[in-house]
């Protein structure tokens, strides 16, 4: 059975980037898949952030193409997102979905994240 | 972007009733139209896909219709624990995109 965990600090301050990690079991991430990361925002927003596929290619909503980075270490069979100059607007939980064209199958338990000074 | 408009954004509904959502896309998805549950504290939870294909382990008492901008989730015999917030996607174009969401609650 396929298993996501998000990982990384809950608190970041504005202007910085925001770092998580997700780490997946039962499933090796080079052998299908897109790898995608989604948030939500309090009051339910829901935003796809953009994915990783399992050759290493990616794809990034255009909102946030100029500041977001999907990247992954195969070794771990873990993939990342960071998200640069962040503000108060990027507080949200943030989720890690194992994606195939588009529908999110296998999702992580949510990373909750802040954004404060 | 394709925008996701759905309803309504809360719902109120009595044990063994039956609730339909509704999902309106701003131009042909062609299908392409998943629903997820995600239950109070817990992660979003794939239910259907392709409008109305129902995912592995879902009760039947869930179904998905529709086609071309306009979509629906129906929940049968509603029990306790359907109480969630329920969600469309589009999967037809990049970037995926959402519904606000309904939260549906028991009466």
């Known amino acids: 059975e396929i298993q996501l965990q998000e990982s990384g600090p809950g608190l970041v301050k504005p202007s910085q980037s925001l770092s998580l990690t997700c780490s997946v079991t039962?499933?090796?991430?080079?052998?299908?898949?897109?790898w995608s990361w989604i948030r939500k925002f309090p009051g339910n927003k829901m935003e796809w952030m953009g994915y990783?596929?399992?050759?290493?290619?990616?794809n990034y909503n255009p909102s946030l193409k100029s500041r977001i980075s999907i990247t992954r270490d195969t070794s771990k069979n873990q993939f990342f997102l960071q998200l640069n100059s962040v503000t108060t607007e990027d507080t949200a939980t943030y989720y890690c979905?194992?994606?195939?064209?588009?529908?999110?199958?296998?999702w992580g338990q949510g990373a909750s994240v802040t954004v404060s000074s | 972007d394709i925008q996701m408009t759905q309803s309504p954004a809360s719902l109120s509904a009595s044990l063994g009733e039956t609730v339909t959502i509704e999902c309106l896309a701003s131009?042909?998805?062609?299908?392409?139209l998943a629903w997820y549950q995600q239950k109070p504290g817990k992660s979003p939870q794939l239910l259907i896909y392709?409008?109305?294909s129902l995912n592995d382990g879902v009760p039947s008492r869930f179904s998905g219709s529709g086609s071309g901008t306009q979509y629906s989730l129906k929940i049968n015999s509603l029990q306790s624990e359907d109480v969630s917030i329920y969600f469309c996607q589009q999967n037809y174009d990049s970037p995926w995109t959402f519904g606000g969401g309904t939260k549906l609650e028991l009466k």
């Open positions: 131009e042909d998805i062609y299908s392409n």
């Open positions: 979905a194992r994606s195939g064209w588009g529908v999110m199958d296998a």
């Open positions: 990783i596929s399992y050759s290493g290619s990616t």
């Open positions: 392709y409008a109305n």
């Open positions: 039962g499933y090796t991430i080079t052998s299908g898949y897109d």
